[in-house]
């Protein structure tokens, strides 16, 4: 983003702050609280509004927790993106936003999507549905990017959170998030918002546009649609917490009857990456390290080199493993670490357009007919080719002479009779890979409604769905061109890749060109040989899906609370992904980030359920409501691939629930369900690719080594089955001044069996390391035990357990006049977030920092708390608070006054204690009297006010946690709202 551009964007947004306290006239404008517990209370013109957690249409309260957010949410916040707003409630957990795109680098990458992933058990366990329907998969995980949905339309999202796979199919484990669309709107809507942050980065710029027609008495249409663009935030050295950060530095293995004066890994500040230091650095042997705080070097170790290839000796710091070293020369980490040389949030742009057609065939006949067509593009940068242990040979033509003899790599060669050294670089230079991501989806659903008599209802819909995906990944290096082109010799005087000057022409590759390692960028060559050794990739991938499903409800005869609800359906599903990548990735070759696969995989599932709803007393004294309530599926799934042996899976889902009022004022409920998860084309027959990562590899001493990762699909995966129990209590005090409150406490219970997840290359080497057998036949050793290579697909990785508290409090407060206060907080409490295999297990429940190679896990407490202040008609304040409780890093560290602490423990760390973080944001609207227009507002606003960095710890994206945390600092925001 150019000065002028910068100065352009904080003008617009100062000017629309100047205009929200300069204008004079105001227009009454009713703010809700936007976020209200389940399905209470909520009427309009006398109807009941019936939410999501039954197919069945009555008003009968539902035992299953269900949080609502209302389209005013994103308007009290600011908020340009209904899934930012989702993301910012407790129950969320932001694993996949513009700010992660660096934890998972690949060619399946989807930068910028914004999906939702309910208490932190993976987004694919989340099923997000638009009013009531199916979604056509909109990501490579086969999850749905809430960035496809125009949030102008949004009337209102509806959270069951907890199991509901018996009601609405599989995904439904952790929840359901149901996404209702305003197609009674008639009129004209527009918006338009623009912010930037402090630091003059992340320009971000939103347009919003919906009408809503009758077109006589029996035919309405709604369309909307929105644009949005933001810039992003480029590398850690961007932002003073990210380029200061601290390092996890692993101790050097140790001698054999030494005692450490360190633990097995310290987390430090001033550390910087040396061993492949972007101008080259000759680097000693494993053994060199053993034992001691600096390596022991030899007359050829630790010559570095200026851009021009002259020799010079490295200053070695305090401390100095085969990767990190604390101080000496190298300056600011993040300037010089070819590791975490990638955004911190990623370039996104996205679109969104949706039309509602509604038809009143007869009075008891209705049909509608929507399309949604949605795209977003990002970008991102995957890290540069690097290795720490290059070998040169001592006729290579670019080595650099010196006057000094103890810097004249030739002279100190001959001198020790050996005929090669070991090299370790960078190359950036050569450059990283860029990635550019294009998605584009496609839905047509059609349905109908036929009243069968007063009270039963029949309802079909058909939807077809199309998501087109391609990611290009250029300037990819190609590792076996890189080896050749560095392997070079002379020829007639000229350098030359010395597979053309051997005596073999079967390896004569002529395309070859030699590629100068020492300096930066040097010699004529260099442009050549870094075409050479790089090559555009790509991954496509297209996913289609087909739904049919009929559902029938109504009564069947009254009870003493009202009358037996049933609902009774089947659907079919057919689901299909294809796609393809270059002939490079087909064989492996690159070296980061960038091997694609060819993809096919189709998945055809047939299922029927079955609902009832009993509310068996009700008016009668310690029963003002008292009702059971429950559901049974049956699916079948058929999986097939061209790739692959075809397979089936069965599946029964069932749930249990019960409601008790003992009076109006209090309600408990209960439920206990069997949910099921089936593995999905992605995860089954996707894309595999190969990455690199740090690892500290505590089954060979602790040393830190950087070693090649397959991720990816794996054919063998089973469904998951989980049990879920959930339990709480409703306050809705009806006199006095309590009856403005509304309170809810909800224990729930998730027992994941057979969870297919990643385990992350750290927790792969530990878990091998505590005897599990799976984790060790994912490790790749030679014969001196050092690691090769890691598997890590996707896996049933046993079991996962969440278990916590979600509390709600909604409260307003008129304060004379056409004054108010009202007050909403969600607070979560997660007291267990379990991974257990076959010799332990890991709870991750209270870890707020971020370790690459391994799952996030979630805060302990987390409280979002949102306060509105309407002053007369014209004002609005609104302050919005989060608060994230102090944490631990990763959990197997043991740090200092834990019990069994020891310095010779390899999990042992100098500090594993996060410090809490709160988040204070603030928005200011005004309402004007235009005239022409029903509604018109200005507001302004600024998130992250106190400007509250990320803790200072490591993490995947170089420092801090980008799931959890704000990596964006604080940031200025204003916009307009028009309604006609």
Same mark, same amino acid.
């Given at each position: 983003?150019?000065?002028?551009?910068?100065?352009?964007?904080?003008?617009?947004?100062?000017?629309?702050?100047?205009?929200?306290?300069?204008?004079?006239?105001?227009?009454?404008?009713?703010?809700?609280?936007?976020?209200?517990?389940?399905?209470?209370?909520?009427?309009?013109?006398?109807?009941?509004?019936?939410?999501?957690?039954?197919?069945?249409?009555?008003?009968?309260?539902?035992?299953?927790?269900?949080?609502?957010?209302?389209?005013?949410?994103?308007?009290?916040?600011?908020?340009?993106?209904?899934?930012?707003?989702?993301?910012?409630?407790?129950?969320?957990?932001?694993?996949?936003?513009?700010?992660?795109?660096?934890?998972?680098?690949?060619?399946?990458?989807?930068?910028?999507?914004?999906?939702?992933?309910?208490?932190?058990?993976?987004?694919?366990?989340?099923?997000?549905?638009?009013?009531?329907?199916?979604?056509?998969?909109?990501?490579?995980?086969?999850?749905?990017?809430?960035?496809?949905?125009?949030?102008?339309?949004?009337?209102?999202?509806?959270?069951? $959170?907890?199991? +509901? /796979? !018996?009601?609405? *199919?599989? %995904?439904?484990?952790?929840?359901?998030?149901?996404?209702? @669309?305003?197609? #009674?709107?008639?009129?004209?809507?527009?918006?338009?918002?623009?912010?930037?942050?402090?630091?003059?980065?992340?320009?971000?710029?939103?347009?919003?546009?919906?009408?809503?027609?009758?077109?006589?008495?029996?035919?309405?249409?709604?369309?909307?649609?929105?644009?949005?663009?933001?810039?992003?935030?480029?590398?850690?050295?961007?932002?003073?917490?990210?380029?200061?950060?601290?390092?996890?530095?692993?101790?050097?293995?140790?001698?054999?009857?030494?005692?450490?004066?360190?633990?097995?890994?310290?987390?430090?500040?001033?550390?910087?990456?040396?061993?492949?230091?972007?101008?080259?650095?000759? $680097?000693?042997? +494993? /053994? !060199?390290?053993? *034992?001691? %705080?600096?390596?022991?070097?030899?007359?050829?170790?630790? @010559?570095?080199? #200026?851009?021009?290839?002259?020799?010079?000796?490295?200053?070695?710091?305090?401390?100095?493993?085969?990767?990190?070293?604390?101080?000496?020369?190298?300056?600011?980490?993040?300037?010089?670490?070819?590791?975490?040389?990638?955004?911190?949030?990623?370039?996104?742009?996205?679109?969104?357009?949706?039309?509602?057609?509604?038809?009143?065939?007869?009075?008891?006949?209705?049909?509608?007919?929507?399309?949604?067509?949605?795209?977003?593009?990002?970008?991102?940068?995957?890290?540069?080719?690097?290795?720490?242990?290059?070998?040169?040979?001592?006729?290579?033509?670019?080595?650099?002479?010196?006057?000094?003899?103890?810097?004249?790599?030739?002279?100190?060669?001959?001198?020790?009779?050996?005929?090669?050294?070991?090299?370790?670089?960078?190359? #950036?230079?050569?450059?990283?890979?860029?990635?550019?991501?294009?998605?584009?989806?496609?839905?047509?659903?059609?349905?109908?409604?036929?009243?069968?008599?007063?009270?039963?209802?029949?309802?079909?819909?058909?939807?077809?769905?199309?998501?087109?995906?391609?990611?290009?990944?250029?300037?990819?290096?190609?590792?076996?061109?890189?080896?050749?082109?560095?392997?070079?010799?002379?020829?007639?005087?000229?350098?030359?890749?010395?597979?053309?000057?051997?005596?073999?022409?079967?390896?004569?590759?002529?395309?070859?060109?030699?590629?100068?390692?020492?300096?930066?960028?040097?010699?004529?060559?260099?442009?050549?040989?870094?075409?050479?050794?790089?090559?555009?990739?790509?991954?496509?991938?297209?996913?289609?899906?087909?739904?049919?499903?009929?559902?029938?409800?109504?009564?069947?005869?009254?009870?003493?609370?009202?009358?037996?609800?049933?609902?009774?359906?089947?659907?079919?599903?057919?689901?299909?992904?294809?796609?393809?990548?270059?002939?490079?990735?087909?064989?492996?070759?690159?070296?980061?980030?960038?091997?694609?696969?060819?993809?096919?995989?189709?998945?055809?599932?047939?299922?029927?359920?079955?609902?009832?709803?009993?509310?068996?007393?009700?008016?009668?004294?310690?029963?003002?409501?008292?009702?059971?309530?429950?559901?049974?599926?049956?699916?079948?799934?058929?999986?097939?691939?061209?790739?692959?042996?075809?397979?089936?899976?069965?599946?029964?889902?069932?749930?249990?629930?019960?409601?008790?009022?003992?009076?109006?004022?209090?309600?408990?409920?209960?439920?206990?369900?069997?949910?099921?998860?089936?593995?999905?084309?992605?995860?089954?027959?996707?894309?595999?690719?190969?990455?690199?990562?740090?690892?500290?590899?505590?089954?060979?001493?602790?040393?830190?080594?950087?070693?090649?990762?397959?991720?990816?699909?794996?054919?063998?995966?089973?469904?998951?089955?989980?049990?879920?129990?959930?339990?709480?209590?409703?306050?809705?005090?009806?006199?006095?001044?309590?009856?403005?409150?509304?309170?809810?406490?909800?224990?729930?219970?998730?027992?994941?069996?057979?969870?297919?997840?990643?385990?992350?290359?750290?927790?792969?080497?530990?878990?091998?390391?505590?005897?599990?057998?799976?984790?060790?036949?994912?490790?790749?050793?030679?014969?001196?035990?050092?690691?090769?290579?890691?598997?890590?697909?996707?896996?049933?990785?046993?079991?996962?357990?969440?278990?916590?508290?979600?509390?709600?409090?909604?409260?307003?407060?008129?304060?004379?006049?056409?004054?108010?206060?009202?007050?909403?907080?969600?607070?979560?409490?997660?007291?267990?977030?379990?991974?257990?295999?076959?010799?332990?297990?890991?709870?991750?429940?209270?870890?707020?920092?971020?370790?690459?190679?391994?799952?996030?896990?979630?805060?302990?407490?987390?409280?979002?708390?949102?306060?509105?202040?309407?002053?007369?008609?014209?004002?609005?304040?609104?302050?919005?608070?989060?608060?994230?409780?102090?944490?631990?890093?990763?959990?197997?560290?043991?740090?200092?006054?834990?019990?069994?602490?020891?310095?010779?423990?390899?999990?042992?760390?100098?500090?594993?204690?996060?410090?809490?973080?709160?988040?204070?944001?603030?928005?200011?609207?005004?309402?004007?009297?235009?005239?022409?227009?029903?509604?018109?507002?200005?507001?302004?606003?600024?998130?992250?006010?106190?400007?509250?960095?990320?803790?200072?710890?490591?993490?995947?994206?170089?420092?801090?946690?980008?799931?959890?945390?704000?990596?964006?600092?604080?940031?200025?925001?204003?916009?307009?709202?028009?309604?006609?």
């Amino acid at each position: 983003m150019t000065k002028a551009n910068r100065l352009a964007a904080r003008t617009c947004v100062a000017a629309i702050a100047l205009g929200l306290l300069s204008t004079q006239s105001a227009q009454a404008q009713t703010v809700s609280t936007g976020t209200a517990d389940e399905m209470e209370a909520e009427e309009n013109a006398g109807e009941t509004i019936v939410v999501t957690g039954s197919r069945i249409r009555s008003s009968f309260d539902q035992p299953t927790p269900v949080t609502m957010l209302g389209g005013e949410r994103l308007e009290e916040r600011g908020i340009t993106n209904l899934g930012d707003a989702l993301n910012e409630l407790p129950a969320f957990s932001a694993t996949q936003s513009a700010a992660t795109a660096g934890l998972t680098p690949g060619p399946g990458l989807n930068i910028g999507g914004r999906i939702l992933d309910l208490r932190g058990l993976g987004a694919v366990r989340t099923l997000t549905l638009v009013d009531g329907k199916r979604f056509v998969p909109s990501t490579t995980q086969a999850t749905v990017d809430t960035n496809m949905i125009p949030s102008i339309l949004l009337q209102r999202a509806e959270v069951v $959170t907890g199991g +509901a /796979s !018996a009601v609405y *199919g599989s %995904d439904a484990v952790s929840g359901v998030v149901n996404l209702i @669309i305003d197609r #009674d709107f008639t009129g004209y809507r527009v918006n338009g918002q623009l912010g930037i942050s402090n630091e003059d980065d992340n320009f971000t710029r939103q347009v919003g546009v919906a009408g809503g027609w009758d077109f006589g008495s029996s035919v309405h249409l709604v369309v909307g649609g929105e644009w949005e663009k933001a810039d992003g935030i480029d590398a850690c050295r961007e932002r003073d917490w990210c380029i200061d950060g601290l390092t996890i530095v692993g101790r050097n293995p140790l001698a054999a009857g030494q005692s450490p004066d360190l633990p097995a890994s310290n987390i430090l500040p001033g550390a910087s990456v040396w061993t492949t230091d972007f101008q080259g650095i000759t $680097t000693p042997p +494993a /053994s !060199a390290f053993t *034992g001691v %705080d600096l390596p022991v070097l030899r007359p050829i170790d630790g @010559i570095t080199f #200026d851009n021009d290839g002259t020799p010079r000796r490295y200053q070695l710091g305090s401390y100095a493993n085969r990767i990190w070293m604390v101080g000496g020369e190298t300056g600011t980490p993040a300037e010089e670490n070819v590791y975490f040389d990638f955004p911190i949030i990623s370039p996104n742009e996205r679109f969104s357009l949706m039309g509602l057609l509604t038809l009143d065939a007869t009075p008891d006949l209705s049909f509608e007919l929507g399309l949604t067509y949605g795209g977003s593009d990002g970008r991102h940068r995957s890290t540069a080719y690097r290795n720490i242990a290059l070998t040169i040979q001592d006729d290579n033509p670019f080595i650099p002479r010196s006057a000094d003899p103890t810097l004249d790599i030739p002279t100190i060669l001959a001198n020790s009779g050996a005929t090669s050294f070991s090299l370790g670089k960078g190359f #950036d230079d050569v450059g990283p890979v860029q990635i550019e991501a294009t998605n584009r989806v496609f839905r047509l659903v059609a349905g109908a409604e036929y009243s069968i008599s007063p009270d039963w209802t029949a309802d079909f819909y058909y939807q077809f769905g199309r998501n087109s995906f391609r990611s290009d990944l250029r300037n990819n290096t190609i590792t076996a061109n890189i080896l050749q082109a560095l392997d070079a010799t002379s020829l007639n005087g000229e350098p030359v890749c010395r597979v053309n000057a051997d005596a073999d022409p079967t390896n004569d590759d002529p395309s070859c060109v030699p590629l100068n390692p020492f300096g930066y960028a040097n010699g004529p060559l260099f442009a050549s040989a870094a075409d050479y050794v790089t090559a555009d990739g790509f991954q496509t991938s297209v996913t289609k899906q087909h739904v049919a499903a009929l559902n029938i409800s109504g009564s069947l005869f009254e009870l003493p609370g009202g009358p037996l609800g049933v609902a009774f359906g089947g659907e079919f599903r057919n689901d299909s992904l294809s796609g393809d990548t270059d002939p490079i990735s087909q064989t492996g070759g690159f070296f980061n980030a960038g091997n694609g696969s060819i993809i096919s995989g189709e998945i055809e599932v047939v299922e029927g359920y079955a609902e009832f709803d009993a509310p068996i007393l009700g008016d009668v004294p310690f029963a003002s409501e008292f009702g059971i309530s429950g559901a049974i599926r049956q699916t079948h799934y058929r999986r097939s691939s061209d790739f692959a042996q075809e397979s089936t899976v069965d599946a029964t889902t069932w749930k249990l629930g019960a409601t008790w009022a003992p009076v109006e004022a209090v309600r408990f409920r209960v439920t206990r369900s069997r949910d099921i998860r089936a593995p999905n084309i992605p995860e089954l027959f996707g894309p595999q690719s190969v990455r690199t990562g740090i690892l500290t590899d505590v089954g060979n001493g602790g040393v830190q080594v950087i070693v090649p990762i397959t991720s990816g699909s794996n054919p063998n995966l089973l469904p998951e089955k989980a049990d879920t129990f959930t339990a709480g209590v409703v306050i809705q005090p009806e006199t006095g001044f309590l009856s403005r409150l509304r309170a809810s406490i909800d224990y729930y219970d998730i027992d994941i069996a057979d969870a297919i997840g990643v385990l992350g290359q750290q927790n792969i080497v530990q878990r091998c390391v505590d005897g599990d057998q799976l984790s060790c036949s994912l490790i790749e050793r030679d014969a001196d035990n050092n690691v090769v290579s890691i598997t890590d697909t996707v896996q049933n990785v046993n079991r996962l357990i969440a278990r916590g508290v979600d509390f709600q409090l909604n409260y307003s407060q008129p304060l004379g006049g056409n004054n108010a206060l009202s007050l909403v907080v969600l607070t979560s409490y997660v007291k267990d977030l379990i991974t257990v295999d076959s010799v332990g297990s890991t709870d991750r429940a209270g870890q707020t920092g971020l370790r690459g190679g391994t799952p996030p896990g979630v805060p302990d407490w987390l409280v979002d708390a949102t306060a509105s202040l309407d002053i007369g008609d014209a004002f609005t304040f609104n302050t919005h608070v989060r608060w994230i409780n102090s944490g631990f890093f990763f959990p197997s560290f043991i740090e200092p006054g834990d019990p069994g602490y020891a310095l010779t423990d390899p999990n042992s760390v100098n500090t594993n204690s996060l410090p809490s973080k709160t988040y204070v944001d603030l928005l200011a609207t005004y309402r004007l009297d235009l005239g022409f227009a029903e509604r018109a507002e200005i507001y302004a606003g600024v998130d992250n006010v106190f400007n509250v960095d990320p803790p200072n710890f490591p993490g995947a994206n170089g420092a801090g946690n980008n799931v959890l945390f704000n990596p964006v600092g604080r940031f200025f925001k204003g916009g307009v709202r028009l309604t006609f």
